[in-house]
């Protein structure tokens, strides 16, 4: 067995800079499924590189979809299916990436084969019955194994139709995304009502944005009702933005150093809630100048603030770091939900 030492360089001035980091894992995820419910050849830009990507389109091969990925370019090429599944059996290893396992397993509901999706030793510590649950009155089979409520998730000739369901909220908003993006492909309307506060809504928000861009419109009430009409996605030309929440470490950087980063291809209009981090450092004292497809923070004099960051917990971490420079103390609320997601 081999390690590997990394020096970490000390910063002796203030950092400066442009950047475009990787595409976003969450887009990246989100537009393999919508992509593979289409009828017909999708291209995907920008995909992340990724132990979770990696595993999302090895089990869409598994399950029989034509993919053609170029690392090196990030592109890749699906070829969808049209709400079909083209395997009628699969067994799918997810590691530890829930993303992947929700949004599969909400997947594998539309097939009339048997599939097993299991991970990690995490993976089977991770929720997921909420989903099932919810998938139920929609004609999956879709059941957990353990008692625990957490996958594996075992799915025999689900029959999904559509309906109407309720999902809980508090745990994780990847279950919402997951019905979400199954939902077009009913026969009839489905209509989702969520129980409970919505954790991480911009997520969602970001699941609809996605379904957009491949031809399915999404109707909600106040957020807590909603309604999706049998559609088709269409096939599309897909750009993944860059990570929002890589990109809070190259802001929190510039604001910890008081130096200037620029982050090329996020704008405020981005689907990625988590640019938002970008208002927390203004809050803290550094300056935000937005662009069209950039975002720059310069480092100013920071103070703490008291701050609810349930709609962009993914950034609370950089946050705790950049607090660590700041005049005073600094209050980060409502992100309970991240046992449960990590």
Same mark, same amino acid.
């Given at each position: #067995?081999?390690?590997?030492?990394?020096?970490?360089?000390?910063?002796?001035?203030?950092?400066?800079?442009?950047?475009?980091?990787?595409?976003?894992?969450?887009?990246?995820?989100?537009?393999?499924?919508?992509?593979?419910?289409?009828?017909?050849?999708?291209?995907?830009?920008?995909?992340?590189?990724?132990?979770?990507?990696?595993? #999302?389109?090895?089990?869409?091969?598994?399950?029989?979809?034509?993919?053609?990925? /170029?690392?090196?370019?990030?592109?890749?090429?699906?070829?969808?299916?049209?709400?079909?599944? =083209?395997?009628?059996?699969?067994?799918?290893?997810?590691?530890?990436?829930?993303?992947?396992?929700?949004?599969?397993?909400?997947?594998?509901?539309?097939?009339?084969?048997?599939?097993?999706?299991?991970?990690?030793?995490?993976?089977?510590?991770?929720?997921?019955?909420?989903?099932?649950?919810?998938?139920? =009155?929609?004609?999956?089979?879709?059941?957990?194994?353990?008692?625990?409520?957490? =996958?594996?998730?075992?799915?025999?000739?689900?029959?999904?139709?559509?309906?109407?369901?309720?999902?809980?909220?508090?745990?994780?908003?990847?279950?919402?995304?997951?019905?979400? #993006?199954?939902?077009?492909?009913?026969?009839?309307?489905?209509?989702?009502?969520? /129980?409970?506060?919505?954790?991480?809504?911009?997520?969602?928000?970001?699941?609809?944005?996605?379904?957009?861009?491949?031809?399915?419109?999404?109707?909600?009430?106040?957020?807590?009702?909603?309604?999706?009409? =049998?559609?088709?996605?269409?096939?599309?030309?897909?750009?993944?933005?860059?990570?929002?929440?890589?990109?809070?470490?190259?802001?929190?950087?510039?604001?910890?150093?008081?130096?200037?980063?620029?982050?090329?291809?996020?704008?405020? /209009?981005?689907?990625?809630?988590?640019?938002?981090?970008?208002?927390?450092?203004?809050? #803290?004292?550094?300056?935000?100048?937005?662009?069209?497809?950039?975002?720059?923070?310069?480092?100013?004099?920071?103070?703490?603030?008291?701050?609810?960051?349930?709609?962009?917990?993914?950034?609370?971490?950089?946050?705790?770091?950049?607090?660590?420079?700041?005049?005073?103390?600094?209050?980060?609320?409502?992100?309970?939900?991240?046992?449960?997601?990590?």
């Amino acid at each position: #067995m081999t390690s590997e030492t990394y020096l970490v360089p000390t910063v002796t001035s203030p950092v400066r800079g442009t950047i475009r980091p990787p595409g976003s894992k969450s887009l990246t995820n989100r537009a393999l499924i919508c992509a593979a419910l289409a009828d017909g050849h999708s291209r995907l830009t920008g995909v992340l590189d990724s132990q979770d990507t990696h595993v #999302m389109i090895d089990s869409l091969q598994r399950l029989g979809f034509t993919i053609m990925h /170029d690392s090196q370019s990030a592109n890749l090429q699906i070829t969808g299916c049209a709400a079909q599944i =083209p395997a009628d059996s699969a067994e799918l290893w997810l590691e530890n990436s829930g993303t992947s396992i929700r949004f599969l397993t909400a997947l594998c509901s539309l097939g009339q084969g048997t599939y097993l999706l299991r991970g990690n030793k995490r993976m089977s510590e991770r929720p997921i019955k909420d989903l099932t649950d919810a998938l139920a =009155p929609l004609g999956s089979t879709a059941q957990c194994t353990a008692a625990t409520g957490c =996958p594996p998730v075992h799915i025999i000739e689900s029959k999904f139709q559509g309906g109407r369901t309720a999902v809980a909220g508090s745990i994780s908003s990847q279950f919402l995304s997951a019905l979400l #993006m199954v939902a077009p492909c009913g026969s009839q309307q489905t209509e989702i009502a969520v /129980d409970g506060e919505l954790v991480s809504k911009p997520y969602v928000d970001m699941t609809i944005g996605v379904m957009n861009k491949f031809g399915v419109t999404v109707h909600t009430d106040q957020g807590d009702l909603y309604r999706v009409g =049998p559609q088709t996605y269409r096939p599309t030309e897909y750009s993944v933005e860059p990570d929002a929440s890589a990109a809070s470490y190259f802001l929190g950087a510039a604001a910890i150093t008081g130096g200037e980063v620029t982050i090329e291809g996020l704008s405020r /209009d981005a689907l990625q809630g988590d640019v938002a981090f970008a208002e927390v450092l203004e809050q #803290m004292g550094c300056e935000i100048t937005w662009q069209s497809d950039a975002v720059t923070a310069r480092g100013g004099s920071l103070h703490g603030i008291d701050v609810d960051m349930n709609a962009i917990s993914d950034t609370a971490q950089t946050l705790a770091v950049v607090a660590l420079f700041a005049e005073g103390p600094t209050r980060i609320r409502n992100i309970g939900h991240v046992r449960h997601k990590e």
